[in-house]
């Protein structure tokens, strides 16, 4: 398998399990039991996970040569959808908050 597969798919694997560990996952409230320990932890985890994911993205960006179309071009939107999960990510902070 080429190396910008394995890139694009280890993104993928980052950024569903950044979406598993959203603020709003009942899981998480059993975890911890203040508001504070979840946004720290949550916040901290999911921040490390969309960075981590951004690197290999790019990485399977600069090698064009070492990927099908199909993945090439996944992998050129999946920027996109790691902008929808990071707002998805504050807007269900905000509605924890109540302020949405």
Given at each position: ?100
């Amino acid at each position: 398998m080429y190396k910008a597969h394995k890139f694009f798919y280890l993104s993928v694997i980052f950024v569903v399990l950044s979406v598993f560990l959203n603020v709003q996952n009942p899981m998480m409230k059993g975890l911890f039991g203040s508001i504070n320990s979840i946004i720290l932890f949550t916040g901290l985890v999911n921040a490390i996970l969309l960075i981590i994911s951004i690197i290999l993205i790019d990485k399977a960006l600069i090698r064009p040569d070492q990927a099908s179309r199909g993945v090439y071009r996944w992998a050129k939107v999946w920027p996109w959808v790691i902008l929808i999960v990071i707002i998805y990510h504050l807007i269900s902070g905000l509605l924890l908050f109540g302020i949405l």
